[in-house]
């Protein structure tokens, strides 16, 4: 069974470009979050999908954003790129179905986003 | 707002020995979930121990177990019989169980880098 998996696992981009990260859901999961951590901070949320729609999103601007797709899969596009994007991007996945509270999430390994 | 706040950056322990990772949290709700979660090089983040703040009982998964402290508002970990396997980032996390299960974000600490000497 394979776990959260996140694509790709290293990325150099230049400021102002556009950049699309991608998670797959452990099988069986039905909801993403996606979570930014920078060189020696904790994880910042930056939302969580579910049932195709954004369900909650965290204090990010509007150049972040994501979608999911009916597989459960997810993308998280970033424009306009900054040096303070650089960062770890992981991506978590749960079981949501209609439970609001009892959520235990798998990450991935998370993507490693350079920009220079 | 929520905050949680990890006052070690770093902490050593020999192989074998107990450690303790602290915690502490700020909150003005009463019913929330809290987290260890171990980070190693490979970066992902793997879920430790979980506790329900409605619970008295403190939480334990095999060598790992923790001291919740709802009034004082502090959360730490215990390491028994320390492996090498052990050292990782250690992350503890704040959950919200309020709000109509809008509130699904995590909170995070900043961290406590774990080394463990043979």
């Known amino acids: 069974d394979a776990g959260v998996t996140q694509s790709p696992t290293h990325l150099i981009k230049t400021r102002g470009q556009q950049v699309t990260l991608r998670c797959s859901p452990k099988?069986?999961?039905?909801?993403v979050s996606w979570y930014q951590q920078a060189l020696g901070q904790g994880p910042q949320f930056i939302f969580q999908y579910y049932e195709e729609e954004e369900r909650q999103r965290g204090n990010f601007p509007d150049r972040f954003s994501g979608h999911q797709f009916p597989n459960y899969s997810s993308e998280l596009n970033v424009n306009a790129l900054l040096l303070g994007d650089s960062a770890l991007y992981l991506c978590?996945?749960?079981?949501?179905?209609?439970?609001?509270?009892?959520?235990?999430?798998?990450f991935g390994s998370g993507t490693q986003l350079s920009v220079l | 707002a929520q905050t949680v706040t990890q006052s070690q950056p770093e902490m050593s322990v020999q192989e074998a020995e107990t450690v303790t990772l602290s915690c502490t949290y700020d909150t003005s709700e009463s019913d929330y979930y809290l987290f260890w979660y171990k980070q190693p090089p490979s970066r992902q983040m793997i879920l430790v121990i979980r506790q329900e703040a409605y619970k008295q009982q403190n939480a334990t998964e095999n060598r790992f177990s923790v001291n919740f402290q709802k009034a004082a508002k502090s959360f730490s970990l215990k390491i028994s019989d320390s492996q090498l396997g052990d050292a990782a980032m250690y992350f503890c996390a704040y959950r919200s169980a309020s709000g109509a299960g809008n509130n699904r974000k995590l909170i995070w600490g900043l961290g406590t880098s774990l080394a463990v000497n043979p």
């Open positions: 978590a996945s749960s079981f949501l179905n209609g439970r609001a509270f009892d959520e235990k999430l798998f």
């Open positions: 099988s069986g999961h039905d909801t």
